[in-house]
């Protein structure tokens, strides 16, 4: 059985490094070049997620302003309307709230409510745009965190090449 590894699977992962060979520099610098893709694909998947999650709060506010748009006066009925999210698509408020999870009160099998039931859905869909707000913020740590992991990790692999270069130079200088 030969070690050889086919052209087609190989990879820059220190795995692919004979046991028997191989200079450590070259080892830490696989190993730092793993670590960085890593990283590099976590900190796109908090950018998506950013993204999705600023969508989302777009969205939020765009149906509260619909839902202090449509608010009855005293005891009047009133649906609870339309607006446009964060991907220019009409959507309506009550189904958007329930498909989101934000508790809305609606009469039979109607989408409208009174006034107190505006105001208690009002109250709802700002809690949820409050937690997603801190859960932002909690991303925005985490995200910070990720990036000076990153810059660690270049870093980190510049100076061994640095100090590798340095190293041949000398033994180069020594042997003439």
């Not at 050889?4 to 730092?32: C, E, F, H, K, T």
Request: aromatic letters at 4%; a negative charge; glycine letters at 6%.
């Amino acid at each position: 059985m030969s070690n050889v590894i086919p052209p087609n699977q190989l990879s820059r992962d220190a795995s692919n490094i004979p046991r028997a060979g191989g200079d450590l520099s070259a080892l830490a610098l696989l190993i730092q070049l793993g670590r960085y893709n890593l990283l590099e694909d976590q900190v796109k998947d908090e950018f998506e997620e950013m993204q999705k999650r600023t969508d989302w709060l777009k969205t939020a506010n765009s149906a509260l302003a619909a839902l202090r748009a449509n608010r009855p006066d005293d005891k009047g009925v009133r649906s609870y309307g339309e607006f446009v999210d964060a991907h220019g698509e009409t959507q309506n408020t009550h189904q958007w709230m329930l498909a989101n999870g934000i508790a809305i009160e609606q009469k039979a099998s109607d989408t409208s409510g009174v006034q107190s039931d505006f105001d208690a859905a009002i109250s709802n869909l700002k809690a949820s745009i409050d937690t997603a707000n801190s859960d932002s913020h909690m991303a925005l740590i985490r995200l910070q965190s990720l990036m000076d992991k990153l810059n660690q990790c270049v870093e980190l692999a510049t100076n061994l090449l640095s100090k590798d270069g340095k190293t041949k130079e000398n033994i180069i200088g020594n042997t003439r």
